[in-house]
């Protein structure tokens, strides 16, 4: 696993969402609720990596090549049988830091 100083807090704003790369991941951070949430930048449904480029209302992430929708507060789909693989995300000192696994 590998700690990544991912971006500062004041990068993301109230309900909006972002991708990064780090340590080879395509990472999507998502400002919901007051806190972030992060996750491959990687549909379940075609394992397609453009969630970045679908609309994010309200905590839900909808995947803009088929309509797969994901409530980013638990990472499963609201409309379809798939799950996010999510990874550990905290704001620390303006700063968030994301846990990425081991590459494989
Ligand atoms: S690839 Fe995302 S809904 Fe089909």
């Known amino acids: 696993m590998a700690v990544v100083d991912l971006c500062g807090a004041d990068e993301l704003r109230p309900g909006?969402?972002?991708r990064y790369y780090a340590e080879?991941?395509?990472i999507i951070l998502c400002s919901v609720d007051g806190t972030v949430a992060a996750f491959r930048n990687?549909?379940?449904h075609q394992r397609v990596e453009l969630l970045h480029e679908g609309s994010f209302t309200d905590g839900v992430l909808t995947c803009p090549m088929?309509?797969?929708a994901f409530d980013v507060r638990t990472g499963r789909s609201l409309?379809?049988?798939?799950q996010l693989t999510r990874f550990p995300a905290e704001v620390r000192n303006g700063?968030?830091?994301?846990t990425l696994p081991d590459p494989w």
């Open 16 to 18: 909006e969402r972002r």
């Open 24 to 26: 080879g991941e395509n």
């Open 42 to 44: 990687r549909c379940p």
């Open 66 to 68: 088929h309509g797969w």
């Open 79 to 82: 409309n379809a049988s798939g």
């Open 95 to 98: 700063r968030v830091f994301v």
